[in-house]
């Protein structure tokens, strides 16, 4: 973990993976502090630490991996770089305590940058507006085609096998639809982050 800086107000460690600079998607990286006016993390065998003023931009988003949902937080630097804080363990999947602790990091980061004075940064939270079209498409591919096609077919042939294909194909697109809702396109206030954005234990 990162040690404490010599003098800093209210410092504050989060133990969570992330990914900065041109690290790979599923580097080991971990570890992330907060003071008052700025961000510190471990990148490889460095420590690496910005201005909290330095920050251009926020953005939250979820995705599901199975039957885990993943929240994400990406810092976009002034300079151009990022830093991408996930809510993942260590085997890429969700858990409890790696929840509750990405919500503290995530309400703590918005807390430290809505009290700078005169900052200029821009909270967005979803998809993109060209992959959250997309989503809807295929949402509605999967509705047609896992739930209307079987519902027909079961009016058709009133055979109970349908009703079970009807229970699987609502188990694959209620998943799908419910990401894509929480993953609307947006900008928020960072007083009120979004619950969507937030993993599903933690709503």
């Excluded at 995705?63 to 993943?70: F, K, V």
């Excluded at 804080?85 to 807390?111: I, M, P, W």
Aim: hydrophobic share 45%; with cysteine; glycine share 6%.
């Amino acid at each position: 973990m990162l040690q404490k800086p010599a003098s800093s107000a209210d410092p504050r460690s989060y133990d969570l993976h992330l990914r900065s600079g041109t690290r790979a998607w599923f580097s080991a990286d971990h570890g992330v502090m907060l003071t008052d006016d700025q961000i510190f993390w471990n990148e490889g065998d460095k420590k690496r630490e910005a201005q909290l003023a330095d920050i251009a931009g926020v953005h939250l988003q979820t995705g599901t991996i199975g039957e885990n949902t993943i929240a994400s937080c990406r810092l976009n630097f002034r300079g151009g770089s990022t830093l991408l804080v996930t809510s993942n363990n260590d085997r890429g999947l969700q858990d409890d305590e790696h929840d509750r602790l990405y919500r503290a990091f995530a309400l703590d980061l918005h807390a430290r940058l809505a009290a700078l004075k005169d900052a200029q940064i821009t909270f967005t939270a979803g998809f993109s507006a060209t992959r959250y079209r997309f989503g809807e498409a295929v949402v509605v591919v999967a509705g047609l085609f896992f739930l209307v096609t079987p519902a027909v077919l079961l009016f058709i042939t009133r055979s109970w096998s349908m009703i079970w294909t009807l229970c699987a194909g609502l188990g694959l697109v209620w998943p799908l639809y419910r990401v894509m809702m929480a993953n609307a396109p947006r900008r928020y206030d960072p007083r009120e982050v979004p619950a969507q954005m937030m993993p599903a234990s933690q709503r």
